[in-house]
C-alpha cells in the first residue's frame, strides 16, 4: 500500500537555505525510505503478534524420543492376548479434556497417530461404515485389562479416534494428570 509523505513526516529535517531542487529531491526520498522501514517494521512485528496469538490457541505437538514398550507388555499382548503385534499408536501428553472425570474420553487426533496399522480392515471397515464402537480390552501399565469401547469421530475438517467407556476409571487407577505422556500401543 503507498501512503503519501505529510509536513510532519519532515519535523526533523533541517533545511539548508543552500539546497538545490536536487537535494530537496534527496531529502524527500530519504525520509520516504526511513518512513517505509518503519511501516515494514511494524507489520512484522503485528505479523509476529497475530502468529502469536494464533500459536497460544493451538495446542502444541510435544516431540518425545522414541519409546520402547517394556518386554513384559509387549510378551503379555502377544501371547496372553492373542495381539499380532505391538504397534505404537500414539505418544500424547494429557490436556485437561483427557483427564477430565466429566468428558471421561481420551482423543486420539489422526494428524498425531504414530501408525495407521493397528486396526485391521474389518475394524476400518466397521468404524467406516457401521458408525459405532469397536468393544476392545486395554492394558493398564499394572497388566489389569479394561473394557473400553473405541470408535472414530469426525468433527469439521478433523478425524479422531476416541476411547470411551472406563477411561475415567483409567485415569483415576493410573493418577494420569494433566502434562503426563502416556503412550497407547
Not at 4 to 33: G, H, I, M
Not at 76 to 100: A, M, R, T, W, Y
Request: net charge positive; hydrophobic share 35%.
Amino acid at each position: 500500500m503507498m501512503e503519501l509523505l505529510r509536513l510532519e513526516d519532515f519535523k526533523d529535517t533541517n533545511v539548508d537555505p543552500k539546497w538545490s531542487a536536487f537535494d530537496y529531491l534527496l531529502e524527500v526520498t530519504r525520509v520516504d525510505q526511513e518512513k517505509s522501514q518503519q511501516r515494514n517494521s511494524m507489520q512484522k512485528k503485528n505479523k509476529l503478534k497475530r502468529k502469536h496469538q494464533n500459536s497460544k490457541n493451538k495446542r502444541p505437538i510435544v516431540s518425545y524420543p522414541p519409546p520402547l514398550l517394556p518386554q513384559s507388555l509387549k510378551q503379555h499382548i502377544v501371547e496372553k492376548l492373542g495381539g499380532p503385534d505391538c504397534v505404537l499408536v500414539i505418544q500424547k501428553k494429557l490436556f485437561f479434556s483427557d483427564v477430565n472425570p466429566q468428558s471421561s474420553r481420551f482423543l486420539i487426533p489422526f494428524s498425531q497417530l504414530k501408525s495407521h496399522e493397528f486396526l485391521n480392515e474389518s475394524e476400518v471397515k466397521h468404524l467406516k461404515t457401521k458408525k459405532d464402537v469397536i468393544k476392545a480390552r486395554l492394558l493398564e501399565p499394572s497388566m489389569d485389562e479394561i473394557k473400553i469401547n473405541f470408535n472414530k469421530w469426525v468433527m469439521g475438517n478433523s478425524s479422531m479416534y476416541v476411547i470411551t467407556t472406563s477411561w475415567k476409571s483409567i485415569v483415576k487407577n493410573n493418577q494420569l494428570q494433566v502434562d503426563n505422556a502416556v503412550q497407547l500401543w
